[in-house]
């Protein structure tokens, strides 16, 4: 069965420094692979998105992933971290064969720290 | 812009209640979903449509129904409200078409049942 795996519940970091947020997926293809983040009390926002072609993706608010075939990983980064990055965050796929439905990991938890 | 309507952003009922949760979307999607969200669980799919009249069960159906009279509007219904449906709810569409399966999410109802 499909499966996208976060291994950090909740990570904290100080404003201004370098993020990286794992992500994980078990999958016989290449999946569609997204990002989004949710804000307290807020909906899932769009960070950026996986289909093909160059295995680096820019997002909005400054946010990239890079896909690696061979971890079968699509880890989130940031070079230089906000306050207003505090937020959860959901990597999701979705597989080729069903791309209707997406699958989201359980979500890791942004603290920024001053 | 997407743009996802949920009709209520909190709402409190009782045991045995019939709740209608509502969202709209105003892309012309032809995929709506229904999603509950709790604290250490994710995001679990309720219900998806494809389209106008047309359901399929996601992975916690039980204790839910859909309606889907109109390709813009999905309601979930819940029959007689029970304490453990208390959760946050989120609605998603997304168009639906080869490379284009990202969903774009309301912005939730919270809803308690006492």
């Known amino acids: 069965a499909q499966s996208v795996t976060q291994p950090d519940i909740h990570i904290t970091v100080s404003e201004g420094a370098s993020l990286e947020l794992r992500c994980n997926y078990s999958?016989?293809?290449?999946?569609?692979l997204f990002w989004y983040v949710q804000s307290p009390g807020q909906g899932l926002q769009l960070l950026l998105k996986?289909?093909?072609?160059?295995?680096l993706v820019q997002g909005i608010k400054g946010f990239e992933a890079e896909f690696k075939r061979s971890q079968s990983s699509f880890n989130l980064r940031k070079p230089s971290v906000h306050w207003s990055d505090a937020a959860e965050y959901f990597c999701?796929?979705?597989?080729?064969?069903?791309?209707?439905?997406?699958?989201f990991g359980s979500g890791t938890r942004l603290s920024i720290r001053p | 812009d997407v743009k996802v309507t949920q009709s209520s952003r909190y709402l409190v009922k009782r045991t045995g209640e019939k709740v209608f949760l509502e969202c709209v979307q105003d892309?012309?999607?032809?995929?709506m979903f229904w999603y509950r969200q709790d604290p250490g669980l994710g995001l679990r799919l309720i219900y998806f449509?494809?389209?106008?009249?047309?359901?399929e069960k996601g992975d916690i159906p039980e204790g839910y129904s859909v309606s889907r009279e109109k390709k813009e509007r999905f309601s979930l219904i819940l029959e007689s409200a029970s304490t453990n449906q208390t959760s946050m709810y989120l609605c998603?569409?997304?168009?639906?078409?080869?490379?284009?399966?990202?969903?774009?999410f309301g912005p939730g109802t919270r809803l308690t049942v006492t």
């Open positions: 998603a569409s997304s168009l639906g078409t080869s490379g284009t399966v990202e969903q774009y």
């Open positions: 999701a796929v979705a597989p080729y064969s069903s791309a209707s439905k997406i699958i």
């Open positions: 892309m012309d999607h032809e995929n």
């Open positions: 999958y016989g293809a290449t999946p569609y």
């Open positions: 449509s494809y389209d106008v009249k047309m359901k």
């Open positions: 996986y289909f093909s072609g160059d295995t």
